[in-house]
């Protein structure tokens, strides 16, 4: 059966411990963590080495039988000052988190590429891997932008995040994932969405940020997703919804995503010249 985790992103109102005790509750194996703004003055819960708050999430963490798989966000941007990013990432390390999220967001690719390349050594330090999100609306925007950049950094805890709605709303597809090494897909986000494209940046934004459906429930082509990912890749929910309170919020995305895996056959494992024994066609679910 495969492990689940749950991103903080549907629960973003509930602070750590409490998103812990709920994702354990629900059935969740892991939780994500935002440690640190996606945007400006967005909503964070920053941990430090030593605190008493991290001292009380890690004994919850153990009591509840739940793991942090990964922290976000850090936004590569123009004169980011990577090594202030030592503390954060050394408190996340502790509290046993395997991975880090980032986005994209210089419109220098060489000065970006270099930016990833000092994190993911720093990163390194504490055992960390980075992985990079497309999403439209940034300048990382595709699939192949982001592999671009991890391809050129050429650091082996680079990696890149596949989130279903922002492969999709960015015109990918899951066969796209069929030219790239094993070792740049660690980790997915899954949820669902309506068939019809935003117009706009903004619409797309908005979607994101509160309009996605319970994985199963509509038309993206989770099947056909899941079977092209390694069989060890992380997966996690990511489903911020509107008109449910966080309880609900939480216990759809694991009663959901759960009837969907549970349908589904096992994921390949890689072949042993590290390429993926992927399916050739893609599943049935959504266009």
């Known amino acids: 059966m495969s492990l689940l985790g749950l991103a903080h992103l549907t629960a973003l109102e509930l602070s750590p411990r409490e998103l812990a005790r709920e994702a354990a509750s629900a059935g969740f194996a892991s939780i994500g963590l935002r440690v640190h703004p996606a ?70 690719r060489l000065r970006l590429t270099a930016s990833f390349a000092a994190l993911c050594d720093l990163a390194g330090e ?6 990079l999100e497309f999403m439209r609306w940034r300048v990382v925007g595709t699939l192949a932008q982001a592999e671009a950049i991890v391809r050129q950094a050429g650091r082996p805890n680079g990696a890149v995040l596949v989130d279903a709605l922002h492969l999709s709303r960015s015109g ?10 094993q070792q740049f897909l660690r980790a997915a986000q899954l949820c669902d969405a309506a068939p019809t494209q935003p117009v706009s940046d903004a619409d797309a934004i908005a979607e994101a940020r509160e309009g ?18 390694p069989a060890d890749a992380a997966l996690s929910v990511e489903l911020p919804m509107r008109g449910l309170d966080a309880r609900s ?24 010249n590290g390429s993926m ?3 050739t066609t893609q599943g049935s679910v959504g266009a």
């Open 277 to 279: 024994n992927r399916p």
């Open 172 to 181: 990918g597809a899951p066969g796209d994932f069929m030219a790239l090494p």
């Open 249 to 272: 919020r939480i216990a759809t995305a694991y009663s959901a995503t759960r009837r969907l895996l549970d349908g589904l056959p096992p994921r390949k494992a890689p072949a042993a």
């Open 212 to 229: 996605r459906l319970p994985p199963g429930e509509g038309a993206l082509p989770l099947a056909a997703l899941l079977q092209a990912l």
């Open 39 to 108: 945007m400006a003055g967005g909503v964070a819960y920053p941990i430090r080495t030593g605190s008493w708050a991290q001292r009380e999430l890690r004994t919850i963490l153990a009591s509840e039988g739940v793991r942090l798989n990964e922290i976000e966000f850090i936004q590569l941007t123009p004169g980011l000052d990577i090594a202030a990013f030592a503390p954060l990432l050394e408190a996340g390390a502790e509290l046993g988190a395997s991975a880090v999220t980032v986005s994209g967001d210089d419109a220098d």
């Open 126 to 131: 504490f055992g960390l891997r980075v992985d």
